[in-house]
């Protein structure tokens, strides 16, 4: 029997709330410390304790990211979903279970490992026993699998940072788990790890603090929030940072406020943009609904702020816990009336902390609500990371009079008038006594005064249409990858960029073509999406909804001879995208164009 | 030769003419309460010496909330989104804190709407002075009842008002509002010294201010029309105002009894017993001064809750003293040392 190695998916079944993501994190960080490529994801419910989890741990030698399209190893734990996890597993598969549960283990085509986990974990501490039982397995799996001790006990001193007895106790646990397979039970599975080179200086980080950190070097003045999942960690992240990062001599350089529901904290940031701050403040898709009155506000009155937007599952209160790209069209065209809004869609944790200054910039320079979209999948899993580049511009403030010197220097200044022909106005301050006005989500003149002449308001939606337009190649270009046939091209975005490569690998092997890929980091389009599908025969552009969303943006935006070469593969179950899904999806796509 | 007419322009403390205080037409009905409140916050900001663009005049949605347009044309402002105002100006007011924030609401806004957000203002203590133009019915929408139209109150159109009205005064005094008055756009002094005493307020200044509506709901058997409320208000003391670059010792004592009360600007309000003492600093008092006055079917006016040892929000949030806006990208941005060193803890 061939060895396998390091090219093997673990899937760990526990409940939350019992400790077994610490556990989890200590069996990913061993893994990564060693060297192989791996990621781990995080299948929680909408639930404090007790309720089914599921870890998903990925060793993949081609550096695969996305969950695999099977179970190599499965951990069971939870006797609730006991019999549906092992029912569902293929013949083969190693079984590492809890004999301490008294559940049946019925399975004969399996590999079974039976190790008494509870009873182990009491011996050490009775009254600690099920969160240790965890460690257990992650001690059973570092034996059967030939994990480094030494990185092994540096995982769990780094898991529980300076806690000394909790190290010590979990390290015991560890031991104790490999001592039981060594001892008792006989290796009967060829999977295996292996060290590999070890990049140095990487980490894991979710996306989440990555956008938390990126805000607080993008000058972040005011944090205006309200806890939602997935993105309650991006204001907590931000909360955590700012003390450290942001104290001037003795005091906050910042103000934070938790807004007693969305529309508040909208409200707080657009206070703080009006009054010439950076506001931001970070939500997911029901919190833009509530958030839509304001944004258009922002957007007609021209006032900078920051909307991030941690995509969950919807609609409505949906799948609060699982992951999607539902809420594009939404923030595109955010609040009633004619809008536009600029997006940016990280999707690496490197991006996550880029965007998360830029967007500050953008709202600046272009006086208006900007978007940072991202999703569960991106924002609370733990990514690996090389680190994180310091901004390479100086903080942008766009246009804004500050003295009557500048003023004077500018020819027929109006709040609201075109001076430099890019639909771009100057503004002035509240206290600044410069040219003050009554900002309005009513009708205005290029003064700001109240308006409803047909020609006065249609010049100005002529004008905002012209300003976010001309923000496309401003915003960051599309990541373009293009193979030499230039014969099908795929057009997709954010935490996409994780399941991509393993996508083109298996549409290669499944039908001989090799694809150019693009992926979109920003809305409005860049004007290299457009170049690269004139370059490509055909495009399919392939997303996490139900709705084909950019695919329906782009059928909006596009000249009608790129419309025909246009498909579409959206889907969308909850879980972060799977290679193998998506690229029969593809496959099937291309055969019914008859590509 | 012939004198030349001389017009003397009268200015205040820092030299500055009513003018610089005013605003545009106003495009209310006239005789609308409202305009006469827009008149009062021009003497107040006036008399009080503020400098006009070092004020921020905030509003929601409705009548009330267009006025901002009608006083301190030398101010920026913020007409906002229904009942949203006081989210947008906490948001402001964090970030400059210098600034004077005078938010004008209805009651539509503040007692419907937004009675959320007003409810949250009054818990952050948000530094402020928040203005209820209270005319117990909707106008621009053509007259519906408002949440605070009085039961047993007839609008000109429509049936008798049967359901509670909300007291936001009461509401304010439960929340630990550090600032509670009531009055009447028709008691232009009263009205005046409470705004002023208003704005030298640190903290959240809630001023109820009945306000009639010309159009649709001043008629007899209105509760809120002039006539009715101009008969039936109960003044809890007679309101006085002494700025603080006035010495208190030039100012004539009155005859009666009286309570000096220093507000944080160090201008002091100066609160003349009527019939009976109220103490401002006890808010059962407070509170059953407004039951009396809802059981006799009376408007209760004046200051009715005081509390000036509150900090107010910006205080909370241990700001420093330079405000946030005006502060440069060296404060603004970390060094790059500081994002090394964020790494290096990331690594772990």
């Avoid at chain 1, 999607?324 to 955010?334: H, N």
Wanted: aromatic letters at 8%.
């Amino acid at each position: 029997m061939d060895q396998v190695v390091n090219d093997f998916t673990i899937n760990i079944a526990t409940a939350n709330g019992t400790g077994s993501q610490s556990a989890n994190l200590i069996l990913l960080q061993t893994l990564f410390d060693m060297g192989i490529p791996v990621s781990g994801k995080n299948l929680f419910p909408s639930n404090i304790s007790g309720l089914p989890t599921w870890y998903i741990v990925r060793l993949s030698e081609k550096g695969y990211q996305a969950p695999g399209d099977r179970t190599h190893i499965q951990i069971l734990v939870n006797p609730a979903t006991w019999e549906e996890d092992l029912a569902s597993l293929e013949p083969g598969t190693v079984v590492i279970w809890n004999m301490d549960s008294k559940m049946p283990m019925e399975r004969e085509d399996v590999i079974s490992y039976p190790v008494p986990m509870t009873k182990i974990a009491r011996k050490l501490n009775p009254k600690l026993a099920r969160m240790i039982a965890n460690v257990v397995y992650v001690g059973v799996l570092a034996e059967l699998l030939g994990m480094d001790q030494e990185v092994l006990e540096a995982a769990i001193s780094k898991q529980f940072g300076g806690k000394a007895k909790a190290i010590e106790l979990n390290g015991e646990a560890a031991r104790l788990g490999r001592a039981y397979f060594a001892e008792e039970l006989t290796k009967s599975d060829n999977y295996a790890v292996e060290s590999r080179e070890i990049e140095e200086g990487g980490f894991f980080i979710e996306g989440n603090e990555a956008i938390a950190l990126g805000s607080v070097f993008g000058g972040i003045q005011m944090l205006g929030w309200y806890p939602i999942t997935p993105s309650s960690s991006v204001a907590e992240g931000i909360i955590s940072w700012l003390p450290k990062l942001r104290t001037h001599e003795g005091k906050a350089t910042y103000a934070v406020i938790q807004a007693e529901d969305e529309l508040a904290a909208a409200g707080m940031i657009i206070g703080a943009g009006w009054a010439g701050a950076r506001g931001l403040t970070a939500t997911s898709g029901p919190g833009i609904s509530l958030m839509q009155e304001f944004i258009g506000l922002a957007y007609f009155a021209e006032v900078p702020c920051v909307f991030w937007d941690v995509n969950r599952v919807g609609p409505s209160t949906g799948l609060p816990t699982r992951t999607q790209q539902g809420d594009l069209t939404m923030v595109y065209e955010s609040s009633h009336g004619d809008t536009k809004h600029i997006v940016f869609i990280p999707g690496t944790v490197e991006e996550c902390f880029e965007f998360g200054w830029k967007v500050f910039d953008a709202s600046e320079k272009y006086q208006t609500p900007v978007f940072g979209f991202s999703d569960l999948d991106l924002g609370m899993n733990k990514w690996a990371c090389r680190g994180f580049e310091y901004p390479d511009e100086s903080i942008d403030r766009g246009k804004v009079v500050l003295t009557q010197e500048q003023m004077d220097s500018i020819e027929n200044y109006g709040r609201y008038r075109d001076v430099d022909g890019d639909g771009i106005p100057y503004r002035t301050l509240p206290g600044s006594g410069l040219d003050p006005i009554l900002y309005r989500g009513t009708g205005h003149d290029e003064d700001g005064t109240y308006s409803e002449k047909p020609d006065v308001y249609y010049k100005l939606m002529q004008r905002l249409g012209r300003k976010i337009d001309g923000a496309r190649d401003y915003l960051p270009a599309p990541i373009i990858k293009e193979d030499e046939e230039q014969e099908l091209g795929v057009i997709f975005y954010g935490s996409m960029e994780n399941t991509i490569d393993e996508i083109e690998d298996i549409v290669e092997e499944n039908s001989g073509k090799k694809i150019s890929t693009c992926r979109i980091r920003a809305l409005p389009l860049h004007s290299e999406v457009e170049a690269f599908m004139e370059k490509h025969d055909k495009i399919i552009v392939v997303e996490i909804n139900r709705d084909a969303q950019l695919y329906g943006i782009m059928r909006k935006e596009y000249p009608l001879h790129l419309l025909s070469k246009m498909l579409s593969v959206a889907y969308s179950d909850g879980m972060p995208p799977r290679g193998r899904l998506y690229a029969e999806r593809i496959l099937e796509v291309l055969e019914e164009a008859e590509i | 030769m012939s004198e030349k007419r001389v017009k003397v322009v009268k200015l205040n403390v820092i030299n500055e003419p009513k003018d610089s205080y005013t605003g545009g037409k106003s495009s209310l009905c006239p005789g609308c309460g409202h305009d006469q409140i827009s008149n009062v916050i021009v003497t107040a900001a006036w008399d009080n010496g503020l400098q006009p663009h070092r004020i921020a005049k905030m509003s929601g949605i409705g009548c009330s909330s267009k006025t901002p347009a009608y006083y301190l044309g030398k101010s920026h402002g913020f007409n906002t989104v229904h009942g949203r105002m006081p989210s947008v100006t906490t948001g402001a007011n964090v970030v400059n804190k210098d600034l004077t924030y005078i938010g004008v609401s209805g009651d539509g806004d503040s007692a419907s709407i937004g009675i959320g957000q007003l409810i949250h203002a009054i818990r952050r203590n948000v530094n402020m002075v928040y203005v209820v133009e209270n005319n117990g019915v909707y106008g621009l929408t053509k007259g519906q009842y408002s949440a605070t139209a009085d039961v047993g109150s007839k609008k000109k159109k429509g049936p008798v008002n049967e359901t509670q009205p909300i007291d936001l005064c009461a509401m304010a005094i439960n929340l630990g509002c550090s600032f509670v008055a009531r009055s009447f756009s028709g008691s232009k002094k009263q009205l005046t010294a409470l705004m002023k005493a208003a704005i030298s307020h640190k903290g959240f200044a809630l001023i109820d201010i009945i306000s009639p509506c010309v159009t649709f709901n001043n008629n007899d058997e209105s509760l809120r029309s002039y006539g009715y409320v101009k008969d039936n208000q109960a003044e809890l003391h007679s309101v006085g105002y002494i700025p603080h670059f006035s010495p208190l010792e030039q100012v004539e004592v009155p005859a009666g009894s009286y309570t000096d009360v220093t507000l944080h600007d160090g201008s002091t309000m100066r609160l003349e017993t009527i019939s009976e003492d109220h103490d401002i600093s006890d808010a059962v008092a407070a509170l059953s001064a407004l039951h009396k006055a809802d059981a006799d079917k009376k408007h209760v006016t004046g200051i009715l809750y005081f509390d000036g040892e509150k900090p107010s929000l910006d205080v909370d949030l241990d700001l420093h003293d330079t405000p946030l806006v005006e502060m440069g990208e060296d404060l603004l941005r970390p060094s790059p040392e500081q994002l090394e060193d964020v790494i290096a803890a990331l690594r772990g």
